[in-house]
């Protein structure tokens, strides 16, 4: 039996991807090429924190509130953890949590915003009123009221990003599904979504081939946003007390349990406090991810910038 010579058309359309993608990367502006490197930067540091990190994520290594030095390069915390390595573990947590939190948004928002552009009648009429109630409810204070209420299950207590990515998951899928809806409205009537409908294609078929192909873009520019606001109310739970509890590092916690030494400036940097280290992580990361959803969004418009 002779080997089976590879497909010369997928040989050539990987070629062409790849020659796309590089024409595309070589065009960004510099603020894209910023906040690419800092996500990679930051993905890194969520993915290799137990290598990365030179001390435990909350193993107490030294006396409470030291300035920064060669051992514990940002100094030490309340109770002596290495606020360096806290940082990074919490990278992990923090990121972590909000990118599982938005994919779950996007799966449950965008699945029945799709479905009930394609199926209208009751099933809309009815998802979309009951998504109107939950927009007209404060995400933040509703999240408060739903952590309030179920933080106190055994199970919850011991896995408590569980019940965070429960509930902003789900909170956030209604923006998702507004969206989604949207969108998939203006596609629906398409006259290549009719023709697939009347050769018999399944719903599937008209989904994943006709439907979700001409909404990614919009999806994907949301999806950079909406993970910038999970992240940032998860942040903002976490220092209230009520997101992310001690042990575990999270950004927002680590803010609040450092805010006392916000009119102590650290040691040889005296424009630095500590608690600044977390709130720069926080919105380092956000400018960055908003630089990126900005190109990708002026790149998918089909706008050309002008000379």
Request: glycine share 6%; with cysteine; charged share 15%.
């Amino acid at each position: 039996m002779t080997a089976q010579a590879p497909d010369i058309r997928s040989v050539r359309a990987r070629r062409t991807f790849w020659e796309n993608a590089k024409r595309t990367l070589a065009s960004a502006p510099f603020s894209a090429w910023f906040g690419m490197v800092i996500i990679l930067i930051y993905a890194i540091c969520a993915i290799f924190a137990p290598w990365i990190a030179p001390y435990g994520e909350a193993d107490v290594v030294g006396k409470a509130y030291l300035p920064a030095s060669a051992e514990f390069w940002l100094g030490t915390d309340q109770i002596g953890r290495d606020l360096f390595s806290r940082l990074i573990y919490g990278a992990r947590n923090t990121i972590g949590i909000a990118l599982i939190t938005t994919m779950l948004s996007f799966l449950v928002g965008g699945t029945l915003g799709v479905l009930t552009a394609l199926m209208r009648g009751w099933l809309d009429q009815g998802v979309s009123r009951i998504v109107d109630a939950f927009l007209a409810i404060p995400v933040l204070i509703f999240s408060l009221m739903l952590l309030a209420v179920f933080g106190k299950v055994q199970f919850f207590m011991e896995h408590r990003w569980v019940l965070l990515v429960i509930i902003l998951g789900l909170l956030d899928s209604t923006r998702v599904f507004r969206l989604a809806r949207a969108t998939a409205m203006n596609v629906v009537v398409m006259d290549y979504v009719e023709s697939a409908k009347l050769r018999g294609e399944n719903m599937r078929w008209i989904i994943f081939r006709e439907v979700l192909p001409n909404i990614l873009p919009p999806l994907i520019t949301e999806f950079g946003l909406r993970f910038c606001f999970v992240f940032l109310t998860i942040s903002a739970l976490s220092f209230l007390g009520v997101g992310m509890q001690p042990p575990t590092a999270d950004w927002g916690s680590m803010l609040a349990e450092n805010k006392t030494l916000i009119n102590f400036p650290a040691v040889g940097f005296p424009w630095i406090r500590k608690p600044f280290y977390p709130a720069i992580a926080i919105a380092l990361l956000t400018v960055a991810i908003n630089f990126v959803v900005d190109w990708v969004l002026h790149k998918t418009s089909g706008l050309r910038d002008e000379h």
